[in-house]
């Protein structure tokens, strides 16, 4: 079985930081490109980052410079380091396990809420 589960999202002021985990527990997860996506209310879920095997990365534009991916293998976790937040980085934060692969696995999700 494959789980993903977030954690670390939560409220945080505009300008401040919060680092997001994803943790999985299957053990394929050392050969599958990772991702995070994020979705708000009443829009499509929207690629925020992802990371190779290897640590190839790759960012949506508007968020180089702001959110970092990284693994740590040996804990078959991805993080998401989110600095300088603004209020339109509001949004569900899901983690996804072998994206551009035909099966990959999505987790529940976390909350990410930026005021002003």
């Known amino acids: 079985q494959v789980q993903l589960v977030e954690s670390g999202g939560g409220l945080v002021q505009a300008g401040g930081s919060l680092r997001l985990s994803c943790a999985a527990s299957?053990?394929?997860?050392?050969?599958?490109?990772m991702g995070w996506f994020r979705q708000a209310p009443g829009k499509q879920r929207e690629l925020v980052a992802t990371?190779?095997?290897?640590?190839?990365?790759n960012y949506a534009d508007s968020l180089k410079g702001r959110f970092t991916i990284s693994r740590d293998n040996a804990k078959n976790t991805v993080y998401l380091q989110m600095d300088s937040l603004k209020p339109e980085d509001t949004a569900v934060y899901y983690c996804?396990?072998?994206?551009?692969?035909?099966?990959?696995?999505w987790g529940q999700g976390t909350q990410v809420t930026v005021s002003s």
């Open positions: 996804n396990l072998g994206w551009g692969t035909p099966i990959n696995y």
């Open positions: 299957a053990s394929i997860y050392s050969s599958r490109t």
């Open positions: 990371i190779t095997r290897s640590g190839d990365t």
